[in-house]
C-alpha cells in the first residue's frame, strides 16, 4: 500500500526515521568510516525521512558549518551500504532500508528568509502598515479610504 505525496508521515514512520537519525549520527561522527573525508569530518543528520514501507530512508545531513560539501556528500553516498550493514547491527528492524543521503538545505533557506524579513523594502511596509490608523485602508492605488 503506497502513499500520495500529499499525506503526513505516519506515527510509525516518524519513530523509525528518529531512531534512524540518531544511530546515523552516531556512526557517522564515529571515524569508523573508511573514506577520508568521512573521517575528520563533523557531520550533522538533521532529518531522517522513512517511506511507507520502511525500505528507503533519506538522510538530510550537513557539514560542520557547511564547510566540504563537495566531497561529503559523495563520499556519504559512496558509504551508504557500509552504515546501512551498521544500522542493521543496532536496529532492530525486520528490514534496513537503503539509504540516500542528501544536503539539508533548510538553514540555508531559514538564512534567507531572515535576511529577507529584514530587508528594507519589508522594514519600509511594515511601517507604513504601522502608521496608518486602524480604521483607514490604503486601495491599491494608493488613496486612503
Known amino acids: 500500500m503506497t502513499r500520495s505525496k500529499g499525506k503526513a508521515p505516519s506515527q510509525r514512520q516518524l519513530r523509525v526515521g528518529e531512531l534512524l537519525r540518531h544511530e546515523l549520527a552516531r556512526l557517522i561522527n564515529d571515524g569508523t568510516a573508511h573514506d577520508p573525508a568521512l573521517r575528520a569530518a563533523s557531520i550533522t543528520v538533521s532529518e531522517v525521512r522513512v517511506s511507507p514501507d520502511i525500505k528507503n530512508a533519506t538522510a538530510f545531513v550537513l557539514p560542520l558549518a557547511g564547510e566540504h560539501r563537495d566531497a561529503i556528500l559523495p563520499a556519504l553516498k559512496r558509504a551508504a551500504p557500509f552504515f546501512r550493514r551498521r544500522l542493521a547491527d543496532v536496529v532492530e528492524l525486520r528490514y534496513t532500508p537503503r ?35 486602524s480604521g483607514e485602508q490604503e486601495d491599491d492605488d494608493g488613496a486612503s479610504t
Not at 104 to 132: G, K, M, N, P, Y
Request: aromatic residues 6%.
Open 99 to 133: 539509504l540516500d543521503f542528501r544536503l539539508d538545505t533548510s538553514f540555508d533557506e531559514a538564512e534567507r528568509i531572515d535576511r529577507l524579513l529584514h530587508s528594507e523594502r519589508v522594514r519600509q511596509d511594515i511601517e507604513a502598515s504601522e502608521s496608518q490608523p
